[in-house]
């Protein structure tokens, strides 16, 4: 689903310039649930924006499904982000003058499905989150962990080939992580490949594979046995 | 997603409703500009139509011409005759001229020729007296308050009937007394007043102290023959009154033998030139209501414009969002256009009926006062029109500013801030 080779960033600050990411090698199979581990500043953020065409890379290859990435202009990163990528967010990033169903149904709007059929994917995969009664609740009126689960909602709502998630625990108590780890591991169950940034090892350990970063290479790369999220809740 | 999409309007209508303070705000310079520009045009047009009545009945294409004296030798004649227009010269311009479509003759006693005395049961007057022809009334209406105006039986039957200005009246007759019917008399002959004029408040050569008496009569009664003291010219509207005075003064020229370049001969008055300087100066006025408007209404739209750009900083994230999500650069850019479109013409819209009602209510103030020349001032839908095109169209222009700030957002920094 994703193969990465020898990928290199730099951030250009006047004449300093940071080498974050130096030579990253990396493969992820559809179906698979990956915790990326690291120090604070190891670049864990940098690589997860690369692969989400958020950002872009100095040197390297990078093959998303089959299509290589590259040569992105803004709008032909925006259509792929569209159609090949939902993110979730640590600070949600919901919109806060729109309701949890309009929030969901954004990715849809810019596929261009209308807002008849918008409404009801949008509420179906509240639904699958467990949020149907809370489809008409602007993000104010949600918890934390409703706002994370709207987050996911949309990030589910383009059907996306691989789901992005950079800390999505990072802001909620270890109860409501455990939800949100036991909603991504069920998502992962029904096929969808997910990549997970985090510091917890806990979470970590709820994922099925665990890459560590260090000084902007991949040190460690482990499978690990699925704790499931559900047994902690 | 096309321009009409429903969709897209209702995205532009959530964020604009978002902050309904704020964009009421933003919306007031729009508003004001708006108002402006609406209450110039439309006092332009409002004074313009005050003109217009004025001069209502007074044919604008219309001159007079009187005989002077003669200022170069010619034709073996010494400079400083004295030469006097007769009904004959009026036969032979309007068979010549063909712009001319009217010819009325007057013959006068007092301030131009001769002296008259005006009297009434031993009260004097001093009016001047007019002979005149009725088709007088087509190139110079008079306003009547009395009776009536002299007409073409007063003029067959050479009646001695006459018309008499208000100032007349008040100096020959007592306060409220009535002064149809009775008589008075002009160097010594006896004539019954049928009517009571008062002037027009445009271009006025009588002033309110004459008496009008059919012109056959005057001939008659003072013995005048067939000479006459000026002429009122009516030329054809599709016709440049100054062309017709040109033929009409060579035609004349050559009648009596005046040097061409003699300017001094004749007398005239060209009554168009004075429209023309009206129209000219309302539209100048408008040129400049115009003028002043766009300015205000530009300031109006950077104003919103400004508005804008402070609310993408403050959206800075959303718009990451949004970016993250899969809306292109033009999407975001389109949207931002649109909110400066609905918000200008939103705001224009209360600033026009703001400024109708405006309008109205000086209308009603000032409407009917006749000393000020200000009537019914409305602003035509050619100029809500233009305003509303060019309002639309600089707002369009402008909002593409905070578009490109928008779309420079990129969406990594979007949502790294927080
Ligand atoms: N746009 C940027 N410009 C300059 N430097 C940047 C930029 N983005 C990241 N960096 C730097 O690159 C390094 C890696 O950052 P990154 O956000 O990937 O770290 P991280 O592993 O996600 O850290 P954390 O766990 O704190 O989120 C940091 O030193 C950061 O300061
Ligand atoms: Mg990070």
Redesign the pocket.
């Known amino acids: 689903m994703i193969e990465i080779k020898g990928l290199h960033k730099s951030?250009h600050?006047g004449s300093n310039s940071?080498h974050?990411l130096k030579g990253i090698n990396f493969n992820v199979k559809e179906g698979e649930l990956v915790a990326i581990m690291?120090s604070?500043?190891?670049?864990?953020?940098?690589l997860l924006n690369i692969l989400g065409m958020l950002d872009s890379l100095d040197e390297g290859e990078y093959i998303l499904d089959g299509v290589p990435i590259k040569n992105l202009n803004e709008t032909k990163a925006a259509n792929y982000r569209n159609k090949f990528l939902g993110f979730i967010f640590q600070s949600f990033n919901l919109i806060n003058y729109k309701s949890a169903w309009e929030n969901v149904a954004l990715p849809l709007y810019y596929q261009g499905v209308n807002r008849k059929e918008r409404k009801e994917r949008a509420v179906k995969h509240l639904a699958s989150v467990g949020l149907e009664p809370w489809i008409d609740h602007l993000p104010s009126e949600l918890s934390g962990g409703q706002k994370q689960r709207v987050a996911i909602a949309r990030a589910l709502a383009a059907e996306p080939k691989v789901m992005l998630a950079d800390e999505p625990t990072g802001a909620l108590d270890s109860k409501t992580s455990y939800e949100v780890m036991d909603l991504i591991q069920k998502i992962n169950d029904q096929g969808k490949t997910i990549l997970v940034v985090t510091?917890e090892d806990d979470i970590a350990q709820m994922c099925k594979r665990v890459v560590h970063l260090k000084d902007g290479l991949i040190v460690e790369d482990t499978l690990v046995n699925q704790v499931r999220a559900s047994e902690h809740v | 997603m096309g321009l009409f999409d429903k969709d897209l309007w209702s995205e532009v209508f959530s964020t604009l409703t978002k902050n309904m303070l704020r964009t009421i705000l933003t919306t007031l310079g729009v508003i004001f500009a708006i108002i402006i520009l609406i209450l110039l045009l439309g006092a332009t047009t409002g004074m313009s139509n005050g003109f217009n009545k004025i001069f209502a009945g007074t044919a604008a294409n219309s001159m007079f011409m009187w005989s002077q004296s003669t200022s170069i030798a010619y034709g073996g004649f010494e400079r400083g005759r004295h030469i006097d227009f007769t009904l004959e010269d009026v036969e032979m311009i309007k068979r010549q001229v063909d712009e001319v479509e009217l010819i009325s003759p007057r013959i006068q006693l007092g301030d131009f020729g001769g002296t008259s005395s005006v009297m009434r049961n031993g009260q004097s007057s001093g009016s001047s007296v007019y002979g005149d022809y009725p088709t007088i009334d087509q190139v110079s209406k008079k306003r009547i308050v009395e009776g009536r105006f002299l007409n073409q039986n007063d003029m067959d039957q050479a009646k001695k009937v006459c018309v008499i200005g208000v100032d007349t009246y008040k100096l020959l007759f007592n306060k409220g007394e009535n002064a149809i019917g009775k008589t008075i008399q002009i160097n010594g002959i006896y004539f019954s007043v049928i009517g009571i004029f008062k002037k027009n408040d445009n271009i006025n050569f009588e002033g309110e102290n004459a008496v009008f008496v059919p012109f056959s009569t005057f001939q008659r009664a003072f013995n005048t023959g067939d000479k006459i003291g000026w002429m009122a010219i009516l030329v054809d509207p599709d016709k440049e009154v100054s062309v017709a005075e040109t033929k009409i003064k060579s035609l004349m020229k050559q009648k009596y033998n005046v040097h061409p370049d003699d300017i001094r001969a004749f007398g005239s008055f060209d009554l168009s030139e004075i429209f023309k300087g009206i129209s000219a100066f309302t539209l100048v006025l408008q040129g400049f209501a115009f003028f002043v408007g766009i300015f205000t209404l530009l300031a109006g739209v950077i104003a919103v414009s400004n508005i804008l750009l402070i609310t993408v900083k403050e959206r800075t994230n959303e718009i990451g969002v949004r970016r993250a999500l899969g809306a292109t650069p033009k999407i975001i850019k389109r949207q931002i256009i649109l909110e400066s479109i609905v918000l200008t013409t939103f705001a224009g819209l209360i600033g026009f009926v703001i400024s109708v009602a405006l309008l109205h209510l000086l209308d009603y103030k000032f409407g009917s006062s006749s000393d000020f020349p200000f009537t019914n001032p409305t602003v035509g839908i050619g100029q809500i029109v233009i305003s509303f095109i060019l309002m639309v169209g600089l707002s369009m222009l402008i909002g593409l500013i905070p578009a490109n700030r928008a779309v420079k957002i990129k969406p990594i920094e979007a949502l790294r801030e927080e």
Do not use: A, E, I, P
């Open positions: 951030y600050m940071l974050v690291g604070s500043g190891s670049g864990k953020s940098t510091h």
